[in-house]
């Protein structure tokens, strides 16, 4: 994770003022940028952004604006828990029945153990990528 400051000099192709929008910071430009909670910040803002791979907007993990102590994650709690679960339900669906067909009742027990275990630990792990992300931002200086 890599956190940077980066000041929207000028915001422009941004026709809705939700969603997708293109900008010029420091000489550079950057095209079809689309940031958590989809706002599209004013000419000027300065935001705290955290990116996954440095410079990749496809990658921002979380977001504040620097003038408040506000932090908008990529994926929230109930996002990341909800993901697990639509993973969860993909895979269980053939796993149990498999499991139940050819290794009986203690096997998709032992099967669902696995799975259960599986979505709490990935829920684990990207609620504490928020807290970090949730950290780094509100450690930065306001703007």
């Not at 940077?4 to 000489?27: L, Q, W």
């Not at 506000?70 to 994926?75: E, Q």
Request: charged share 15%; with cysteine.
């Amino acid at each position: 994770m890599q956190v940077e400051r980066i000041c929207f000099e000028e915001v422009f192709d941004a026709p809705s003022r939700r969603g997708s929008f293109s900008f010029r910071s420091g000489g550079k430009s950057s095209y079809g940028v689309q940031l958590p909670g989809r706002p599209v910040p004013r000419a000027g803002a300065v935001f705290g952004v955290a990116f996954g791979r440095p410079g990749d907007w496809s990658t921002v993990l979380g977001t504040r604006d620097l003038a408040t102590q506000r932090v908008t994650l990529a994926m929230p709690a109930w996002d990341i828990v909800m993901h697990q679960f639509d993973l969860l339900w993909l895979l269980a669906v053939p796993l149990l029945a498999g499991s139940l067909l050819f290794g009986g009742a203690l096997a998709a027990l032992a099967m669902l153990a696995a799975l259960a275990a599986g979505v709490a630990a990935f829920s684990r792990r990207g609620m504490r990528q928020n807290r970090r992300v949730r950290a780094a931002l509100l450690a930065m200086a306001p703007a």
